[in-house]
């Protein structure tokens, strides 16, 4: 009895020790995912910042980054299962000696390498990095006309999470050959180079999904104030609180007659009060509901 209780005692100061390495590790990647997401989250809408390198705000969004993302496995597996299902019922029909040779040829490690290189540059080159192309679109005259299924996606994003669900259906895709690779011996130094280079895009396949989250996801829809500090707004004028930061506001200034919009910073210590009166999807409300176009 003393024994097991000593073994017991044991174990809970080792998952303590464990648990607080964990903790470290777990809030360094949560800060990693907040300051990549919340970056181009601002690099995107075209404002310059305040924010120190240390922000709580970071964490924070890292956090709501990691909830996204796994709130969207569910729509992966919806989509996934059918699919799965459909092949298994498919190599119901094959014969035994067909499907174990279907598995020999389909697993062969550097056809897989290379099938699992040219799916993640597709996906890298055609899907995860067009969303480089929005930037500063506060004050932008028009959205970009290309790619022109993704403004149409940022406009009306109702099929946003499933969109942000196949990027990361992609990057598992990528993990997944990655892992089949893993114990399997290179048998020359090309199959040792295309797992590397595997491995690499891999990891740039995981680098884009929070900028991703930061410039597709993050905040699109702005509180609507009734005044920019203490100074109400004029007939025909519309503002939006865009940003708090550690020593000022900023606001998005529209006038609805001349269609001039101005971002204006004011310090902290200039806003004493904010009466919000909405919240509005700020990219319809500023250029339309069709790509290129302006409201």
Not at 26 to 53: C, E, K, P, Q
Not at 79 to 105: D, F, H, N, Q, Y
Not at 262 to 276: D, F, Q, W, Y
């Amino acid at each position: 009895m003393a024994d097991l209780l000593q073994n017991l005692s044991d174990r809970i100061k080792a998952l303590g020790s464990d648990w607080t390495k964990y903790t470290v590790v777990g809030s360094f990647l949560l800060y990693v995912l907040g300051y990549l997401a919340l970056r181009f989250h601002l690099t995107t809408i075209g404002i310059g910042t305040d924010l120190a390198v240390l922000d709580e705000r970071y964490l924070f969004t890292g956090a709501r980054f990691v909830v996204y993302l796994v709130s969207s496995v569910p729509s992966i597996v919806l989509v996934a299962l059918p699919a799965a299902l459909m092949l298994w019922g498919i190599s119901r029909l094959l014969s035994e000696t067909t499907r174990a040779k279907a598995a020999v040829w389909i697993m062969q490690p550097t056809r897989l390498a290379v099938f699992g290189i040219l799916f993640a540059v597709i996906v890298i080159q055609f899907v995860m990095r067009q969303c480089f192309v929005f930037s500063d679109l506060l004050l932008a005259p028009n959205l970009p006309s290309q790619p022109a299924w993704l403004v149409k996606l940022l406009l009306d994003d109702r099929l946003m999470p499933l969109y942000f669900s196949g990027l990361v259906a992609a990057c598992a895709v990528s993990l997944a050959i990655l892992a089949a690779l893993r114990n399997v011996e290179p048998q020359s130094g090309s199959a040792a180079f295309a797992r590397g280079l595997l491995a690499f895009l891999a990891a740039v396949e995981l680098l884009l999904l929070p900028i991703n989250y930061g410039v597709l996801i993050v905040d699109k829809a702005l509180p609507r104030v009734a005044a920019i500090g203490d100074k109400p707004l004029a007939d025909g004028e519309e503002a939006w609180l865009v940003w708090e930061g550690k020593d000022g506001v900023t606001f998005l200034l529209r006038s609805q007659e001349s269609k001039r919009r101005a971002l204006l910073t004011l310090p902290r210590s200039e806003v004493k009060r904010t009466e919000i009166l909405g919240f509005d999807r700020i990219l319809p409300k500023l250029f339309g509901t069709e790509p290129g176009g302006q409201r």
